[in-house]
């Protein structure tokens, strides 16, 4: 495989990237009580010496009463949590790395198989965490604004702590997703709405608060999707007319970078053209875009939370994609979980040393 495309410099903003790699954000869970640990910076570290472009952390929520339902995701709020995140970032920059973490409000979720609980209910649009499934309460308006509120102070903290960029989770039916969903937005107020424009008003509140925050010179990602956990098939956007609608707001609301993921990138988002998420989101807003779902593996990574392994795939599509200008910059989750020197070896062409992915990695961090 001819990968020297993909080591080319991004710069935009704040970023300052050396090649085009991002590390995916994955939920690991090893922050007891939401306090990173120096494992944790260790892991994080290990890919910034492995040469990975970008490292977006872990989902890591706003300082919000039940913003999680996992007492061991990292919280990017309080003393103490933020002091683990000053020193994975320290270490991160010391090995030569650049990154963000990815701030988030979970919404209304399933109790946690641990039996862990918040010290509230849930949030949400709606109380629904999916159709039929009501496992919280709806947000009043005074929710709302302190939620957004949470959000912009997450954002300044990590341009205070010196990362390099921030994103924003608005995928994969969390809380700023469930207000994009139709089945979990029930709403009559300012927030609902018939058309995915209206009801993309939380999302657009959150982004203006947080650049009001950080300033237009730090870079904003967002990461969206039109799939639900609930509906593989959902598509919130179904035309490009509608996508376009969609996404214009955000980019003018402060949105530099817009993370589309698929559970498969190769898979094209509308009929009569091969363009997947990220190729029409840069298409439509002029935006850079990162690419996403199932790159440098066999399988999905859905797949693996059910004990599926998987092997190495060919790059060679992903790369006719990049090569032709669908996307800017390309995420790896499972490869670069299994192997903090995945990068390298694509680069070196090292293939016969990349390793598959076991569900095993998911409980240790390597």
């Not at 402060?254 to 990138?265: A, L, N």
């Not at 935006?287 to 693996?304: C, D, M, N, R, W």
């Amino acid at each position: 495989m001819k990968t020297d495309s993909l080591f080319s410099p991004f710069q935009l903003k704040s970023l300052n990237l050396k090649n085009r790699i991002v590390m995916a954000p994955m939920t690991r869970s090893f922050s007891p009580d939401g306090v990173p640990t120096d494992d944790v910076a260790v892991y994080y570290t290990k890919r910034a010496a492995g040469e990975v472009g970008l490292i977006l952390s872990e989902g890591t929520v706003i300082d919000r009463p039940a913003s999680s339902n996992d007492r061991n995701i990292p919280h990017f709020y309080g003393e103490k949590a933020l002091a683990g995140w000053q020193n994975v970032i320290n270490n991160v920059h010391s090995a030569g790395g650049s990154m963000g973490p990815q701030i988030w409000h979970m919404g209304v979720m399933d109790n946690h198989y641990s039996g862990w609980l918040p010290d509230a209910p849930f949030e949400g649009p709606s109380g629904l965490n999916r159709p039929g499934s009501e496992n919280g309460q709806a947000m009043t308006d005074s929710d709302i604004a302190d939620t957004i509120t949470a959000f912009g102070k997450a954002a300044y903290h990590a341009k205070q702590l010196g990362f390099d960029c921030i994103e924003i989770h608005g995928a994969h039916g969390y809380l700023i997703d469930q207000f994009f969903w139709e089945k979990t937005n029930l709403r009559s107020d300012v927030y609902g709405g018939r058309s995915l424009p209206e009801r993309s008003r939380f999302a657009l509140e959150v982004i203006k608060e947080i650049r009001r925050q950080v300033g237009d010179d730090f870079a904003l990602i967002i990461r969206l999707s039109q799939w639900k956990p609930a509906d593989y098939n959902n598509k919130l956007a179904q035309t490009p007319q509608e996508m376009e609608a969609w996404l214009n707001p955000m980019a003018e609301a402060g949105v530099d970078i817009f993370h589309c993921s698929q559970r498969r990138f190769w898979e094209p988002e509308f009929e009569g053209s091969d363009l997947n998420f990220a190729g029409w989101a840069k298409k439509i807003t002029g935006k850079p875009t990162i690419t996403v779902g199932s790159v440098g593996l066999t399988g999905e990574f859905l797949a693996a939370f059910q004990g599926e392994s998987s092997q190495p795939s060919s790059l060679d599509e992903l790369l006719r994609r990049f090569d032709r200008g669908d996307f800017d910059l390309v995420a790896v989750g499972r490869p670069l979980l299994a192997d903090p020197e995945w990068m390298q070896k694509i680069r070196d062409n090292r293939t016969g040393e990349l390793k598959g992915f076991r569900k095993e990695a998911l409980a240790e961090l390597i």
